[in-house]
């Protein structure tokens, strides 16, 4: 089955600042989506982006289906971005394969 | 739109008992929903896949008769955890599909003791 890898695993931001989250998969993917777990443990759709680029407000992410990573941008980054950034993807109608994630915290 | 809701929120309960979670998608009908488990600073790992009106999938490693799924409606599904053991404890997560898109509910904490 497809392979999700993440990076970087932890990141430390000072309150303002910018980050890149990146999410390689090891096979195509037709379905790639964003999360973010906040400390109860929600799970929040960011962004549905199997190819192409969104914006939504602070965030966006943009996905080269061909070279088969994503990325997910945090600009000005507040205290609320804290917690566990997740991406996963899928082939066909198989369920959804998740990345070990990307712990952020962000401090004032 | 897109609403999940998973209930208990918190559960706790003694060794040998069985616990019932449910699964409900409030604003949409799904006709698949996922069943995940989730070890703390852990990513979620799939237990099952939940189909309407039929059996349920389970992946590789996952009990089918300590783990019992059933999908009556299209918008409940249940996970029951039976005769619970301390290893069961865990935070259980489940998503149901709306297109290709998965909506998460904010899972259940399950404590055995």
């Known amino acids: 089955g497809i392979q999700v890898e993440q990076s970087p695993p932890d990141l430390i931001l000072q309150e303002g600042a910018n980050s890149t989250l990146r999410c390689n998969f090891s096979?195509?993917?037709?379905?790639l989506q964003w999360f973010h777990q906040n400390p109860w443990g929600q799970l929040i759709n960011l962004f549905y982006?199997?190819?192409g680029t969104k914006q939504n407000g602070r965030l966006s992410a943009t996905t080269v289906a061909t070279e088969r990573y994503s990325l997910l941008y945090i600009s000005s980054s507040q205290t609320t971005d804290s917690g566990v950034y997740f991406c996963?993807?899928?082939?066909?109608?198989?369920?959804?394969?998740f990345g070990k994630g990307t712990r952020l915290s962000v401090i004032a | 739109g897109a609403v999940v809701s998973q209930h208990p929120s918190r559960v706790i309960c003694k060794s040998g008992t069985s616990v019932k979670i449910e699964c409900r998608s409030l604003?949409?009908?799904?006709?698949?929903m996922f069943w995940y488990r989730q070890f703390p600073k852990q990513s979620l790992m799939l237990m099952a896949t939940?189909?309407?009106?039929?059996?349920?999938?389970?992946e590789q490693g996952v009990e089918k008769d300590k783990f019992l799924i059933n999908h009556a409606s299209l918008t409940l599904s249940t996970l029951t955890v039976t005769s619970a053991h301390p290893e069961d404890s865990s935070f259980y997560i489940c998503?149901?599909?709306?297109?290709?898109?998965?909506?998460f509910g904010p899972g259940t904490r399950l404590t055995v003791l």
């Open positions: 998503s149901a599909a709306l297109s290709r898109e998965q909506y």
């Open positions: 096979d195509s993917v037709n379905n």
């Open positions: 982006i199997p190819s």
């Open positions: 996963a993807g899928t082939s066909g109608n198989t369920p959804l394969v």
């Open positions: 604003d949409f009908q799904a006709t698949t």
């Open positions: 939940s189909n309407e009106g039929s059996k349920a999938t389970y």
